[in-house]
Each structure stands twice: as structure tokens, then as C-alpha cells.
T-cell receptor
Framework: GENVEQHPSTLSVQEGDSAVIKCTYS??????FPWYKQELGKRPQLIID?????GEKKDQRIAVTLNKTAKHFSLHITETQPEDSAVYFC????????????FGKGTKLTVNP | EAQVTQNPRYLITVTGKKLTVTCSQN?????MSWYRQDPGLGLRQIYY???????DKGDVPEGYKVSRKEKRNFPLILESPSPNQTSLYFC?????????????FGPGTRLTVL
């Protein structure tokens, strides 16, 4: 089955710096890769996703890149702000197949003012 | 308002006492799923359902049961809870397969089994 590895487990940056979180997946058939943000005590919420037919996607300060050959995808946050502090989860799924969503273990991002 | 609801939000129980956590969505979603979240382990899928009367095991199904008799409801049943099932549980739903979508999560249920 699918296995998703996420690094780093914790990340601390200064406000205004960029943050990068990386994930690798094992099942080359996976075709959907969402990223979730979970603030303390709250539910996970989707912040961006990418499908296997796309190499990069941007939404304001957030971008995701996908390298299908290497089976890894990354979340990039630019101009970080204190409100970006949260736990971020990557995930992988085979849509149209097993439909199982497998998550990475999460990255705790702290943005210091 | 489009939402996923879970009840109860908090539950403390004892080993062996059967319990059910309800999950309901009002978005006519076909796909529903249960996850448990534990420190250092992230979110792990327990069971999922792609439609009414169709359920499949996720990565950690042992000790849990589910049913999908109606499209909007997907209860999680612990027939004989044990302390290792102490966790934060999330229900989620999304639109049909093959469609661009995101999973909407419920607010979570914090379960403690003594």
C-alpha cells in the first residue's frame, strides 16, 4: 500500500522567510496530493492540492511542486507570517482506484515574529 | 451551511463499554471517511465509504466498525473499546470519485478510554 514520508517534523523560521516541507510517496499510481493545515485544537483544512498531470500550482504565498519521477512533492510558503504557524500534513491518494487517503506524519511550523 | 458534524465532541468511557460516534454531512457527498489522530503519528484512516452500503478498511481498522445505510451518515462503532483507542477522531466527506475535490473534516471527537 501507499506510504508517505514527510520532512521535517518541526520547522522554525523567522517572519518573512520562506518555508519548505517535503513529502515522498511510495505508490507511483497515486494521482492526487493535497496539503492540509491544522491549527491548534482545530480540524485539518485543505490549503492547496495538486494532481499528477500538473507539475506546479500556486495560490498567493503558497505553492506546491510535484516530481512524479522521483515520487516527491513539496509545499512552499513564501513571506511567512505568524498566522502560518500550524501543523501541516501532506497526503497522497489514488483517485479512481483505492480512494484511500494516506497522510504524512505532519510538520509543525513555527513562524517567529 | 455546508458542514460535517460529529457527536459527541468529547467522551470519556471505560474499557469494554460499547460506544458510537456519529458523523453526518449535508453536502450530498458520496465519499466519507474516519481518521484517528495521535501525536507523532499524524492522521490514519480507519474506514472509508465510497457510497451507501459500500465500506472499505483503511490502515487501522482493528477494533472499529462502520455502517453506511444512508448517504449523509457514517457512524463509527467501537464494540469493546480499549485504552489504545484513546485518540482524536475525525470524520470527513468529499464529492464523488474522479471529481476535483477536497475532504471536508468534522470538528473532531476526543475519546478517552479508561
Amino acid at each position: 500500500g501507499e506510504n508517505v514520508e514527510q520532512h521535517p517534523s518541526t520547522l522554525s523560521v523567522q517572519e518573512g522567510d520562506s518555508a519548505v516541507i517535503k513529502c515522498t510517496y511510495s505508490d507511483s499510481a497515486s494521482n492526487y496530493f493535497p496539503w492540509y493545515k491544522q491549527e491548534l485544537g482545530k480540524r485539518p483544512q485543505l490549503i492547496i492540492d495538486i494532481r499528477s498531470n500538473v507539475g506546479e500550482k500556486k495560490d498567493q504565498r503558497i505553492a506546491v511542486t510535484l516530481n512524479k519521477t522521483a515520487k516527491h512533492f513539496s509545499l512552499h510558503i513564501t513571506e511567512t507570517q505568524p498566522e502560518d504557524s500550524a501543523v501541516y500534513f501532506c497526503a497522497a491518494m489514488l483517485q479512481g482506484g483505492s480512494e484511500k487517503l494516506v497522510f504524512g506524519k505532519g510538520t509543525k511550523l513555527t513562524v517567529n515574529p | 451551511e455546508a458542514q460535517v458534524t460529529q457527536n459527541p465532541r468529547y467522551l470519556i468511557t471505560v474499557t469494554g463499554k460499547k460506544l458510537t460516534v456519529t458523523c453526518s454531512q449535508n453536502m450530498n457527498h458520496e465519499y466519507m471517511s474516519w481518521y484517528r489522530q495521535d501525536p507523532g503519528l499524524g492522521l490514519r484512516q480507519i474506514y472509508y465509504s465510497m457510497n451507501v452500503e459500500v465500506t472499505d478498511k483503511g490502515d487501522v481498522p482493528e477494533g472499529y466498525k462502520v455502517s453506511r445505510k444512508e448517504k449523509r451518515n457514517f457512524p463509527l462503532i467501537l464494540e469493546s473499546p480499549s485504552p489504545n483507542q484513546t485518540s482524536l477522531y475525525f470524520c470527513a466527506s468529499s464529492r464523488p470519485r474522479l471529481a476535483p475535490d477536497t475532504q471536508y473534516f468534522g470538528p473532531g471527537t476526543r475519546l478517552t478510554v479508561l
